[in-house]
């Protein structure tokens, strides 16, 4: 019996290769890495406070590099840090902690002018926030924790203003959702204890006028 061969026109051929492309497409996509869900940090809610300094800045908080990348870190515990795939940050995690903290004060010291470095303002701060994040993620237990520094002085007056210590911690659900809403909450917390301390600053000395 006779075979007969199908010979493919150019047209023909450039069909049939675009076809195979246009089938292989899904497949090519589905090889690639999807875009990362991004998290940012919220306030939290805190009960109005007294009286404070007049003007207050929150220097833009320590956070080292470990801590600093490119996906969520998920745990810190027994030596080594675990990131979240397919989770990042919205935004710079020092500058989001500050900003954070910054909205979380303005809420607790409503009297008070309170702004993030590096903001725009023509008022010089009277008095100074100064945080140093150490560990920010869940910890062997699968309880969330922030620990770090915590730091408030007077302008001026940064000697009085001693780092201390403190660690938070909080227990939430699985995933990162409910990690991030916990570590909002905790910084709420800082937020409280920092906004406790600046109502117990010294008074602003009054400047002495020459004779």
Request: glycine share 8%; aromatic share 4%; hydrophobic share 45%.
């Amino acid at each position: 019996m006779t075979q007969s061969l199908s010979i493919l026109t150019p047209a023909r051929a450039l069909r049939r290769a675009a076809l195979a492309l246009a089938a292989a497409t899904p497949l090519l996509a589905g090889c690639g890495s999807a875009d990362p869900t991004l998290y940012s940090l919220a306030p939290t809610q805190g009960s109005p406070m007294g009286q404070a300094p007049a003007v207050i800045e929150v220097r833009t908080p320590g956070v080292p590099p470990a801590l600093d990348r490119d996906h969520i870190v998920g745990q810190q515990a027994n030596y080594s840090l675990t990131t979240l795939p397919g989770a990042a940050w919205s935004e710079p995690l020092a500058q989001m902690i500050g900003d954070t903290l910054t909205s979380d004060l303005q809420q607790r010291l409503p009297g008070s002018s309170i702004f993030a470095q590096n903001n725009a303002t023509s008022m010089p701060a009277k008095a100074f926030v100064e945080l140093d994040v150490t560990q920010f993620a869940r910890n062997a237990t699968g309880q969330v924790r922030l620990s770090g520094a915590l730091s408030v002085h007077r302008a001026g007056d940064p000697e009085a203003g001693t780092a201390q210590a403190f660690s938070l911690a909080t227990a939430s659900g699985s995933g990162a959702t409910a990690m991030v809403a916990g570590l909002s909450q905790l910084l709420g917390q800082v937020a409280d204890s920092a906004a406790q301390r600046l109502q117990t600053l010294p008074a602003e000395e009054a400047p002495h006028h020459a004779r």
